[in-house]
């Protein structure tokens, strides 16, 4: 990482940066740091009173003592991609949203207000992909209000990590006492490795796959307290969905695996992929997905995206031995009062 001009370490940004995506050298501080150097690469997202805050990709943020720079730059907002189809935030956001479709929802400006009595943080907060048409403070007291209604929670899903993100509003956010309770990575790959995954045994041969869910398969997933119509929708909803199914050792036993993939013109969106404790370890969530993988290139797709939680290591390696790599982080963030 080259901070020099004439070799000589300079602090080449300033206030007017904020907003940018910068990179900076501190000198640690204390009588045990014997003066190293640390490096922070994010979101030049606030500059105030003597204090520089950063945004790092994962939604960390970093507080620097501006008196401890040493040397800093703007650099690239949008670094390039070692692998994975190349994705805009955006067009991910889109695409994630249309595959989790809300049961109701209401424009405001360019946000999106999106309930779904409460099944699952994703269909129930609000989608802010611009402006919404007012001053912050009046879009935020519009958002408590119109959960309020609905006896919800008001949550506001943001990102960080690429390109048009929204490190400057999570800021916003967290300054005005919302919190933020969980985070998610969006993995992206290409979809043709993944059909033509090896799958061992006969895993491959035991997937069914379906374009509604049964009892059995409901039963399976589990993310939900009560199986309403409201779970229903949100799961038939999206442009071309498919269900898919590893029969157990009985009918009684219920679904060995179970998935479901939403195919979106160029991309396959994975979801609910869900392995029975007394099958995993062997190949059922890979012959799930290879068999979705398989249906998506058959309409025409050729990406593939997946959320992954920070948490869930399991999962973190299985996507990762299958190709797929992070493109950006989203938090759900929680107004308090509304607990």
């Known amino acids: 990482m080259e ?59 970093v507080h620097i003592a501006e008196s401890s720079l040493v040397a800093g730059k703007v650099v690239p907002s949008a670094p390039a991609r070692r692998r994975g189809p190349a994705a805009s935030y955006r067009e991910l956001a889109r695409v994630a949203a249309r595959a989790w479709p809300p049961v109701e929802s209401e424009p405001l400006g360019e946000w999106e207000l999106r309930a779904a009595a409460g099944f699952t943080r994703r269909a129930n907060s609000v989608l802010p992909l611009g402006d919404p048409g007012r001053p912050l403070d009046e879009a ?55 059909g033509e995954a090896d799958v061992p045994g006969a895993g491959a041969e035991q997937v069914l796959l379906a374009r509604s869910f049964d009892e059995a398969w409901l039963r399976r997933y589990k993310r939900f307290k009560v199986p309403g119509a409201h779970v229903r929708k949100v799961l038939a909803g999206g442009p071309s969905v498919w269900f898919a199914s590893v029969p157990g050792a009985s009918p009684d036993a219920g679904p060995a695996a179970i998935g479901r993939c939403v195919v979106d013109g160029r991309w396959a969106g994975f979801m609910a992929v869900e392995v029975d404790p007394a099958h995993r370890r062997q190949g059922l969530a890979t012959a799930v997905m ?50």
């Open 290 to 339: 290879a068999a979705l993988s398989r249906q998506a290139l058959a309409e025409g797709a050729s990406a593939a995206w997946l959320q992954v939680e920070d948490d869930n290591e399991g999962a973190r390696a299985l996507y990762g031995g299958l190709s797929f790599a992070a493109h950006h982080t989203y938090h759900h963030y929680r107004y308090p009062s509304a607990r």
């Open 3 to 61: 901070f020099t001009a004439g070799g000589r370490l300079e602090v080449r940004i300033s206030p007017a940066d904020v907003g940018k995506r910068v990179s900076v050298r501190r000198l640690n501080e204390g009588p045990e740091a014997g003066g190293k150097f640390t490096d922070t690469v994010g979101v030049l997202t606030s500059w105030n009173d003597g204090v520089v805050l950063i945004t790092r990709r994962d939604g960390e943020r």
């Open 140 to 194: 935020l007291a519009r958002v408590r209000q119109w959960y309020a209604e609905r006896e919800l929670p008001a949550y506001i899903q943001t990102a960080t990590g690429a390109d048009d993100t929204q490190e400057l509003l999570c800021a916003e956010l967290e300054d005005r006492g919302w919190e933020r309770e969980v985070s998610s990575a969006i993995h992206v790959g290409a979809l043709a490795p993944l």
